[in-house]
């Protein structure tokens, strides 16, 4: 876990709706915010995964409950969220996260290993924001949504979860725009290549990232911390004037990935 930087009470009052919460990035959001006075409720289709996540978070002090839903699934969706409001009262907060990847080139991706990837992180994001509208809008929420830089300059091997990404950031922009009359802010974190993850370990083998680490300006990988640190601001009051954006969270790899060594 991050050094501190946020008060414990930034998010008291506060119930946060997280999927794919138990592990990986999305995990250390649900962590972080928890830390920062939030109730999470951790949302994944692996009851085993958010179950060991929200028992670590109450002993730490925290709310937690774990709830299981493949958010594929507008009906799962919803009784997640019925479950999350019968426990917590409300929901404020939705973070999507649930995510699916592997390596595969363009010419041997089957059409349903596109289409899972796209169901997962593309259709599962709006299915989650769509069935957690009325929620946001009697409580003025917001929703975060985790997205990637891998389509900003095209990634080899990656063509799937770029499509699905690239459409997380058109539907954030778009119901900024549409849903912010009610009071609904939508943003979104792309992180760059972070190290202390289970998909940094297995989509980037070890010739490739000394390379990787070279075109990065701030000399180093990111980590989950530095993720929780950017999620914890944008659903934080201090953010409230902010909607729509897609905050890169890469020490400007992305604008420097075409440099010679």
């Given at each position: 876990m991050s050094k501190k930087i946020f008060a414990d009470s930034i998010l008291d009052d506060k119930v946060a709706f997280v999927t794919g919460g138990g592990t990986g990035i999305t995990g250390g959001v649900a962590r972080a915010l928890a830390e920062a006075g939030a109730s999470v409720a951790l949302v994944s289709r692996k009851p085993?995964?958010?179950?060991?996540?929200?028992?670590?978070?109450?002993?730490?002090?925290?709310k937690a409950l774990p709830v299981t839903a493949d958010v594929r699934h507008p009906e799962a969706v919803e009784k997640a969220l019925m479950a999350t409001v019968a426990h917590?009262?409300?929901?404020?907060?939705?973070?999507?996260?649930?995510?699916?990847?592997?390596?595969?080139?363009?010419?041997?991706?089957?059409?349903?290993?596109?289409?899972?990837?796209v169901d997962i992180d593309l259709k599962g994001t709006f299915n989650v924001c769509r069935g957690a509208f009325a929620?946001?809008?009697?409580?003025?929420g917001q929703i975060l949504n985790i997205s990637a830089t891998l389509?900003?300059?095209?990634?080899?091997?990656?063509?799937?979860?770029?499509?699905?990404?690239?459409?997380?950031?058109?539907?954030?922009?778009?119901l900024a725009v549409e849903w912010g009359r009610y009071g609904i802010r939508v943003n979104a974190v792309?992180?760059?290549p972070i190290e202390d993850t289970e998909g940094m370990q297995r989509l980037v083998p070890e010739p490739v990232k000394e390379k990787l680490?070279?075109?990065?300006?701030?000399?180093?990988?990111?980590?989950?911390?530095?993720?929780?640190?950017?999620?914890?601001?944008?659903?934080s009051d201090a953010a409230n004037y902010i909607n729509g954006a897609v905050l890169v969270v890469d020490g400007g790899h992305w604008l420097a990935?075409?440099?010679?060594?």
């Open positions: 085993e995964h958010v179950e060991t996540a929200a028992a670590r978070i109450i002993e730490n002090g925290g917590f009262g409300r929901i404020d907060i939705v973070v999507n996260g649930a995510a699916g990847n592997f390596l595969c080139a363009a010419e041997e991706l089957s059409p349903n290993g596109f289409g899972t990837v929620e946001l809008k009697k409580n003025r389509h900003y300059l095209g990634t080899p091997q990656q063509l799937h979860v770029s499509a699905a990404k690239a459409g997380v950031d058109a539907l954030t922009r778009n792309a992180p760059g680490r070279k075109r990065i300006p701030l000399g180093r990988f990111g980590l989950i911390a530095d993720i929780e640190n950017a999620a914890v601001f944008l659903c990935a075409n440099r010679l060594l």
